[in-house]
């Protein structure tokens, strides 16, 4: 036997596993990925909707801030109004005491 | 060289994009996937190596001319990949079923017994006398043709064959099979 001979026979080619081919062809399909501009439009979209929100936020608080300052105004108005009356009350009596006399 | 003929005066150029790139990996699978089979002795990893090489193949596909050019640009790739990963397996030895040396009880010569004799004791030499016999009794390559795949001058390559055929021919007889050179 010669083992050149041999060596030609054991060594032949051979086909790979059936869908071989196919898999190979598959793997150059690139897969579909979300293009950047999607990626940065949707960051964009979150951005304008949270500073909204924060506006919308703080527009409230100033709006809660000044009712609550009116408020206090009214009350202290309300009080001052009361110290007013009192005060006028008890100076009238003494005032009509001099006219009568 | 295998490719006959009518194979070789396909103009790859002559077929455009997907389908070029379909036929080419059809037409040159076999030539791929034995040179890692016989080089590896596994054949899922033998199908792992040969669809990186396809997938390298259809990277470069626009740089590659003729049907010649993409055959020798195969077995080149291949060649050195293979090599390179039967290093890497050096370092880090793996282990796996089809990697362990069967138990030979007396080979039956001139049959299938013989061929995966044959097969396992080229699995054994080393990496580049392994490409080197893979070439030229796989592909039929001339030793000029070895030597320009391998990057080796064509003495080294003769003289690489030469010990590969000795240490096969003396495995061989240490199992009771004579043969001849």
């Known amino acids: 036997m010669n083992l050149e001979t041999e060596l030609k026979a054991a060594l032949r080619r051979q086909n790979p596993g059936p869908g071989f081919a196919n898999r190979v062809v598959a793997a150059t399909v690139p897969r579909r990925r979300t293009p950047i501009a999607v990626w940065a439009a949707t960051m964009a979209a979150m951005l304008v909707a949270g500073i909204a929100i924060n506006n919308e936020y703080q527009h409230r608080r100033a ?10 105004l009214r009350i202290t108005s ?17 005032e009509d005491l001099e006219k009568g006399n | 060289m295998m490719e006959g003929l009518a194979e070789a005066h396909i103009s790859v150029g ?25 080089h590896l002795r596994n054949r899922a990893i033998a199908e792992d190596v040969a669809q990186e090489v396809f997938l390298e193949l259809y990277r470069r596909l626009g740089t590659l ?17 293979l090599i390179d990963q039967a290093r ?64 080796l001058p064509i003495g080294t390559v003769k003289s690489r064959l030469q010990r590969a055929l000795v240490l096969l021919k003396d495995k061989l007889a240490r199992r009771g099979v004579e043969m001849s050179l």
């Open chain 2, 88 to 151: 890497e397996w050096k370092r880090k030895p793996q282990t796996s079923l089809e990697l362990v040396a069967e138990p030979v009880a007396g080979v039956r010569t001139g049959d299938l017994l013989l061929n995966e004799t044959l097969q396992q004791l080229v699995g054994t030499l080393p990496e580049h006398a392994r490409m080197i016999v893979i070439l030229r009794f796989q592909e039929d390559l001339e030793l000029a043709e070895i030597a320009e795949i391998l990057d």
């Open chain 1, 63 to 72: 709006e809660r801030a000044s009712e609550q300052v009116m408020l206090a």
């Open chain 2, 65 to 81: 001319e003729s049907d010649a050019h993409v055959t020798n640009w195969l077995r080149r790739v291949t060649a050195h990949r």
């Open chain 2, 14 to 38: 002559a077929v455009a994009g997907p389908d070029r790139f379909a036929q080419l990996v059809g037409r040159h699978q076999a030539m791929v996937f034995s040179m890692a089979l016989a």
């Open chain 1, 78 to 94: 309300e009080k001052l109004n009361v110290v007013r009356a009192k005060v006028l009350k008890l100076e009238t009596p003494e």
